[in-house]
């Protein structure tokens, strides 16, 4: 199974609500996960099957999706949140990743 | 509070071997299947190898099967890469993760190292 991130390179603004994509070639039954690297730093995990947060992760992160389709969302970007993010599709391997940046 | 430390890498030649370790603590070690993610520089990250509670199973990525074996020790709450053959292809950065597994090998990674580097150069 291919994943495919969107955009590779987001631009957003402190407050604004950001979506990330993660499409699967194939479909991915909500085995996804979604990590968070900093510049750094080694990846950290936020969400798993699809919309649970991990513990100890701020709530204004969500996951959403289903079939082939999945969305990270970050419901009001904080300056702490620039960063890569990776989507990973269980046994199967990581997109390439979008980096966040602030505008 | 779960803490990985990954030890061992470093400079070597291709076609040379390097063992890395991973050093946990804060968790019950033998209850977590455990892996080895790599990212090469400036790219993605890739799932290398991972191991079941108590070392039976294992599971490795195409790029380094018949090549990398890993292994654990419970008494000593530690895991290894074996690392032979190696290439310039294999120059990363290696993260030492614990593995939530759900049925076979099929789970996400929870905790992660702070990474070893690797780099294969003559």
């Known amino acids: 199974i291919q994943l495919t991130q969107s955009p590779s390179l987001l631009s957003a603004s402190v407050g604004d609500r950001v979506t990330l994509s993660c499409k699967g070639s194939q479909n991915i039954n909500n085995y996804l996960a979604w990590y968070q690297q900093k510049l750094g730093e080694a990846p950290k995990l936020l969400i798993y099957n699809t919309n649970s947060l991990q513990t100890g992760i701020p709530s204004r992160f969500s996951g959403s999706g289903s079939g082939t389709d999945y969305t990270l969302t970050i419901s009001s970007l904080q300056p702490e949140d620039v960063a890569t993010y990776f989507c990973?599709?269980?046994?199967?391997?990581f997109g390439a990743g979008t980096k966040l940046e602030l505008k | 509070e779960v803490q990985l430390v990954e030890s061992g890498g470093g400079l070597v030649q291709p076609g040379r071997s390097m063992k890395l370790s991973c050093a946990a603590s804060?968790?019950?070690?033998?209850?977590?299947?455990m892996a080895w993610v790599r990212q090469a520089p400036k790219k993605g990250l890739e799932w290398v190898a991972s191991?079941?509670?108590?070392?039976?199973?294992?599971y490795y990525g195409d790029s380094v099967k018949g090549r990398f074996t890993i292994s654990r020790d419970n008494a000593k709450s530690t895991l290894y890469l074996q690392m032979n053959s190696l290439r310039s292809e294999d120059t990363a950065t290696y993260y030492c993760?614990?593995?939530?597994?759900?049925?076979?090998?099929?789970?996400?990674?929870?905790?992660w190292g702070q990474g070893v580097m690797v780099t294969v150069s003559s």
């Open positions: 191991i079941s509670y108590e070392g039976s199973s294992t």
């Open positions: 804060g968790f019950t070690f033998s209850d977590y299947y």
């Open positions: 993760a614990s593995h939530y597994v759900y049925y076979g090998s099929i789970g996400y990674f929870d905790y």
């Open positions: 990973y599709q269980y046994n199967n391997g």
